[in-house]
């Protein structure tokens, strides 16, 4: 069966400092990853995914995260965090074996203070 | 904006009722997915369809049923609906059906209240 854990219902960063939420994942076979982020009253936005490949990805708003296959994780990061990223950030696992749906973290808030 | 149409936005009614939820796809996009969003229960997947047929099934309750017409919009119907069914409901789009890379494209939601 496939999970993703966020073991971090809340995150605070200051702004201008390195922010990472964190995200480990179970599934059976190779993964697909993905990271999401909800805005107040919008929907859910795709910000980067791994498929294969170099393990650092790079998405939107200058996001990245790193793929750890030994340690199946995929924490989010960014170098300088912005008041505006304050959001819910979803971790999303999808398996490479077909038939398998896409599993959704539990969610990480994030706030940016001033 | 993704492109993904959900109606209406929001829905106040009453235990025992039945609502329909609507949601029309991007453009191009095959694939219709449903999502149930609450405070305990964080994302819940209910239902897939891809071009019209059911392609995978979540946690979805009997009480609820889906279908993707013709035209490639999406209807979840939720029937004797009770307390615990208040949630945000949103729907997703993608173009492909089984491939495991592929980019979800949410709608804003339907905020279900049950009174």
């Not at chain 2, 191009?28 to 071009?51: A, E, H, K, R, T």
């Not at chain 2, 995978?56 to 049923?65: D, P, Q, V, Y």
Request: proline share 4%; net charge neutral.
């Amino acid at each position: 069966a496939q999970s993703v854990a966020q073991p971090e219902d809340q995150v605070n960063v200051a702004e201008g400092n390195p922010l990472t939420v964190k995200c480990t994942y179970s599934v059976s076979g190779n993964p697909y990853l993905f990271w999401y982020v909800q805005y107040p009253n919008r929907g859910l936005q795709f910000l980067l995914k791994y498929i294969t490949g170099d393990n650092l990805v790079k998405g939107s708003y200058g996001f990245e995260a790193e793929f750890n296959k030994s340690q199946t994780s995929f924490h989010l990061k960014k170098p300088s965090a912005l008041v505006s990223d304050s959001a819910l950030y979803f971790c999303a696992v999808r398996s490479h074996n077909y038939g398998q749906n896409f599993v959704f973290g539990p969610g990480t808030r994030l706030s940016v203070l001033p | 904006d993704s492109g993904v149409t959900q109606t209406p936005k929001h829905l106040i009614t009453a235990t025992g009722q039945r609502v329909t939820l609507r949601c029309s796809p991007r453009s191009g996009d095959l694939s219709v997915y449903w999502y149930q969003q609450s405070l305990d229960q964080g994302l819940q997947f209910l239902i897939q369809y891809y071009n019209g047929e059911e392609r995978a099934k979540g946690n979805i309750l009997e009480r609820f049923s889906a279908q993707q017409f013709p035209d490639l919009h999406s209807e979840l119907n939720l029937s004797s609906l009770e307390l615990g069914d208040s949630a945000l409901y949103f729907c997703a789009s993608s173009v492909m059906a089984r491939g495991g890379d592929e980019k979800l494209f949410f709608g804003s939601g339907t905020q279900l209240s049950v009174l």
